[in-house]
């Protein structure tokens, strides 16, 4: 007796037929199905930026009366772009220097240098660094060290008696002085 061959080979037109046609057609849905799962993340990696939207957040830094005309002032702040577990990083501090009655100017507490903490010493009028010796005038302009130029100026408004600190991201030597 003659054996059947259940096999099927491929038609007329070049296509296979049976098992051999299923087992082809699963293995390039599932090779689609594995690049469009691999894609994604890369997609959203290169399109992210562009599509997520940057939050602006103005701090309330207090009222203009608690800031005295030639004086440097340390103000701390909660960051509200922060997440609810960002913990101690959502704090947010800036030095403050009120020099007119409606002049104020605005520092980032990090130093040009490596953005180390700076402090204020009202008794000399300078800002110092305590990582590797960076001095800076009270109108923030470098003085000594290793700092490339003078402390970060932040953006700021008045607003209903009270002063507002704009707080995006961390600025960088980019930004110009």
């Known amino acids: 007796m003659a054996s059947k061959n259940t096999e099927q080979v491929p038609g007329a037109d070049g296509q296979s037929t049976g098992r051999r046609g299923w087992l082809q057609w699963a293995g390039q849905t599932l090779g689609a199905l594995s690049a469009i799962a691999l894609g994604i993340p890369i997609v959203w990696y290169l399109l992210g930026p562009v599509l997520r939207r940057r939050s602006e957040a103005w701090l ?85 060290g290793p700092p490339p130029r003078g402390l970060y100026k932040l953006p700021h408004r008045m607003m209903g008696g009270r002063l507002q600190i704009k707080i995006s991201h961390l600025p960088t030597l980019a930004e110009p002085a």
């Open 60 to 144: 309330d830094a207090g009222k203009l009366d608690s800031f005295s005309v030639g004086q440097t002032k340390l103000v701390d702040m909660r960051n509200r772009v922060g997440r609810p577990w960002s913990g101690e990083s959502a704090r947010v501090a800036a030095y403050v220097r009120r020099r007119s009655q409606k002049d104020f100017v605005v520092f980032a507490v990090n130093c040009t240098h490596l953005g180390c903490p700076v402090s204020w010493f009202s008794q000399s009028g300078l800002f110092m660094c305590p990582c590797h010796g960076g001095v800076y005038y009270a109108d923030g302009s470098r003085a000594a």
